[in-house]
């Protein structure tokens, strides 16, 4: 039986998906600034990799993509060692 027919009785249970694009350090100050439509500089762009979590876990590694406008994450490889 392949991995997706073991879990088709769970098949429509919603999860939730992490996509960790990066991390930065900020002073207080910087985060009280935000507002909605604020912009928040990173270190990655489209083509790096990324991890993935599902279920506070990490399920599988991606990149970056761009399509259009519209910024999404391709997955390259599962993470086996869970």
């Known amino acids: 039986m ?3 027919e073991e879990v088709a009785h769970i ?3 919603p999860m ?3 996509v960790l ?13 935000l507002e909605e439509g604020s912009v928040i500089e ?11 979590y599902i279920g ?14 519209i910024l ?3 997955i390259t490889d599962f993470n086996l060692d869970r």
């Open 42 to 52: 990173m270190g990655r762009s489209a083509g790096e990799n990324i991890d993935i």
């Open 21 to 33: 694009l990066d991390k930065r350090w900020s002073k207080m100050s910087e985060i009280l600034a």
């Open 11 to 13: 098949a429509d249970m």
């Open 16 to 18: 939730e998906v992490e």
């Open 72 to 74: 999404g994450v391709r």
């Open 2 to 4: 392949r991995p997706a």
């Open 56 to 69: 506070g876990k990490l399920i599988a590694f991606g990149e970056i993509v761009i399509i259009e406008s």
